[in-house]
């Protein structure tokens, strides 16, 4: 486990390209394996991507690793603003606790 604040952005960076990878995987190959597979000319999943043109995000077709850049930065973003929030929320919390629930017990 991280030892240091440099360990743990490296761990947490770490976390977040495999969680991203095995979704964007489990979203093309399980859920849509079939349909990309089944596309005329389509050897596998891949090329029925390539086939299709791409991944279809906001309407539109995009490649599989502009797919992986945008679930990467919504992914960062949403960790990098909630693991402070809750901290801070705990902070204060435990204080209220400490300070106006516990006394006199």
């Known amino acids: 486990m991280p030892r ?6 490296i761990f947490a960076l770490l ?3 495999v969680t991203v990878h ?3 995987f489990y979203s093309l190959y399980v859920v ?3 349909f990309f597979s089944s596309m005329e ?3 596998g999943v891949l090329d029925g991507i390539r ?11 995009f490649p599989i690793w502009a797919v992986v850049l945008f679930e990467t930065a919504i992914i960062c973003t949403t960790v990098g603003l909630m693991c402070p929030a809750m901290s801070f929320l ?3 919390d435990s204080y209220f606790v400490q300070n106006y629930f516990c006394k006199g017990y």
Do not use: E, P
Request: aromatic share 10%; proline share 0%.
């Open 4 to 9: 240091n604040q440099f360990q743990r952005m």
């Open 15 to 17: 976390t977040v390209i």
């Open 22 to 24: 095995s979704y964007v």
């Open 32 to 34: 849509n394996g079939a």
């Open 41 to 43: 000319g389509a050897t």
């Open 51 to 61: 086939l299709n043109g791409g991944v279809m995000m906001f309407g539109k077709l």
């Open 90 to 92: 705990s902070a204060v």
